[in-house]
């Protein structure tokens, strides 16, 4: 059985897709951009957005009923793989060190909204 996630804490789908959906004990968000649910514009500079998207994946994870800690693995999409290492400390802060999920750290052409960073978690709550 499957459950459609909604925050209004964090954007709502800018396409035909849901923030995130529980499958059985897991937790798939879509893909998050640096965007301020409460304004609508996004963060400048990369790690401004890194930030303000593990917020928003930080609020549909708790939406889900679950915490950060339940992220079991996150998949980060970047504009410019220059900005690895500005994302990356960013990114630490979100996650307790010693219990990082595993992850996955590609480079694309392009992403939507022209932002620097995208990321999508899985979580396990069961």
């Not at 937790?27 to 301020?36: P, R, W």
């Not at 400048?44 to 800690?69: F, S």
């Amino acid at each position: 059985m499957r459950k459609t996630v909604f925050t209004d804490k964090a954007p709502g789908a800018i396409g035909p897709y849901s923030q995130a959906n529980i499958v059985g004990d897991f937790i798939f968000t879509s893909g998050q951009v640096g965007i301020d649910p409460a304004t609508g514009e996004v963060a400048e500079g990369v790690e401004a957005q890194t930030d303000q998207v593990l917020k928003n994946v930080r609020a549909i994870v708790e939406a889900a009923g679950a915490t950060m800690d339940n992220v079991v693995k996150t998949t980060c999409f970047l504009k410019d793989m220059n900005d690895f290492v500005a994302m990356n400390g960013i990114y630490a802060k979100h996650f307790k060190e010693g219990s990082y999920p595993s992850r996955s750290a590609v480079e694309v052409a392009r992403l939507p909204k022209d932002v620097l960073v995208e990321i999508e978690v899985i979580a396990y709550i069961g």
